[in-house]
């Protein structure tokens, strides 16, 4: 149960003796001059990295910040818009009140004045009127008692006339 060596391969105890101290000397060689500078190397890029990862949550918790403020920003200015087009729109409706009320103080003073204007119209035509009437009727009358009293006889008849209406106390 030994191990069976090929007889083409024979170990040569020198050769692997040689090849073992080279590989230690490679190794101690590898382990002080490249293993150092290839371990910082590395932890150089690890520690790169790891800022970049910081920085990069920095920045992203930046634009988180930024974004909150700009949608509270957007928010007070969305506010501040309604406020003004509300202050606006209660500006406009009082302007549109106080004119209609302004409008309606002069068409009743308007209306007020047309009115008394009428009325003294009125009163100066039935003045002119009861004045042309009563003319007319004094008119009249001194016809009529022209054309009664022209008549001598006419005019004592009349005379006795009124003079039975009359009684005397």
Known sequence: MFLE?????KPDIGLIVWTT?????LL???RKFAWKPILGAV??????IKESLASAEKAREEMKRLQSDNERILQEARQERDKMMKDARDIRDKIVS??????????EQIIASAKEQIDNQKMAAITELKNQVAEMSIEIAEMILRAELDDKEKQSKLVD????NFKLN
């Open 43 to 48: 932890k150089g890029r690890e520690e790169s």
């Open 5 to 9: 060596i090929n007889p083409l391969v």
């Open 28 to 30: 101690v060689l590898l």
């Open 161 to 164: 006339n009124h003079l039975k």
């Open 21 to 25: 101290i080279t590989f230690l000397i």
């Open 98 to 107: 106080d004119a209609k009320a302004d409008a309606n103080e002069q068409a």
